[in-house]
């Protein structure tokens, strides 16, 4: 199984000379599996140029969107393989419990006449959508895909890919670790921090030895002191994860929009200096081949 970032960005798209090295465009991540199966996580605006990259040929693709917020599902209108006949384009997603809608909404609300140019009925492969349970995995390909809801103010999940060659990684989307709202001495603390645990707990089973966790960690622990409950994690705590879990390599994604690239070197610096796990900054444009499970490349 093999993976390329096609956008690292978090919140919003940042194009510009300060984000040449590591990238501007919102979240979205092409897997390709041992079997050649074409699988992508969220459709940030990365989802553009990974479009043109893809062979004329007729294809299938499978897009796995961790939640609806507009940096990891704006670029779906912008796919091109969905305007051309005898694609099949599968969208897989959560089923959001307040309005009790699919993945299906995603598109919906994007191409109403009020946002864009082009209607649903205008497109010419066939769309599928695919409701997720949380823990109830699916087969794709030769892909085993497990989800697992995450901490964030929206419905989101965390993927989890297991290829029949042995390979695996887990990418959380946004993700903020639970924090207990009340102090040690409320009557409510033993209780909430009990449950908080147990989740804890079923994160790290859900990452448990992957060869790549690809990870949100927005702050920097000085900024998040002040975001708490703005649904992202902190590269302390993406490291933190990775350790527990025994992942063999962390890939820190989602980008603030105001961080340069410049500003992204000083933290990741910093990072290496602690030497606890093999972790790399997300960057628009890599591509990584994980190993099998007797050890080789693809």
């Not at 025994?246 to 994604?253: C, V, W, Y």
């Amino acid at each position: 199984m093999k993976f390329k970032f096609w956008g690292v960005r978090g919140s919003i798209a940042t194009p510009g000379p300060s984000t040449v090295k590591y990238g501007g465009n919102t979240t979205c991540i092409e897997v390709t599996s041992s079997a050649g199966d074409l699988i992508i996580l969220d459709a940030g605006t990365g989802i553009h140029a990974l479009a043109q990259s893809l062979s004329q040929q007729t294809l299938t693709a499978h897009i796995l969107i961790t939640h609806t917020h507009w940096d990891h599902i704006q670029g779906l209108p912008f796919f091109l393989p969905m305007f051309k006949p005898g694609n099949i384009i599968n969208i897989y997603g959560g089923l959001e419990p307040l309005t009790h809608q699919g993945i299906e909404r995603a598109m919906h609300v994007q191409l109403q006449h009020s946002y864009f140019p082009i209607s649903e009925a205008q497109l010419k492969a066939e769309v599928r959508y695919f409701t997720l349970k949380a823990g109830a995995p699916i087969t794709v390909g030769s892909v085993r895909v497990t989800p697992t809801v995450l901490n964030h103010p929206v419905y989101n999940f965390g993927y989890r890919l297991d290829d029949a060659d042995g390979s695996s990684l887990f990418f959380t989307g946004d993700y903020e670790p639970q924090l207990n709202p009340y102090q040690p001495d409320h009557p409510g603390y033993p209780a909430m921090q009990e449950l908080i645990e147990q989740k804890h707990e079923e994160v790290i089973a859900a990452m448990a030895g992957v060869d790549a966790l690809i990870m949100d960690s927005s702050y920097t622990d000085a900024e998040y002191a002040n975001r708490h409950g703005w649904g992202h994690g902190t590269y302390r705590s993406a490291m933190n994860f990775a350790a527990q879990a025994g992942a063999k390599q962390l890939f820190l994604t989602h980008h603030e929009p105001t961080r340069s690239d410049a500003d992204l070197e000083a933290i990741f610096a910093s990072l290496l200096q602690a030497g606890e796990v093999s972790v790399c900054l997300a960057r628009e444009g890599e591509e990584f081949e994980l190993l099998d499970d007797s050890g080789q490349s693809e």
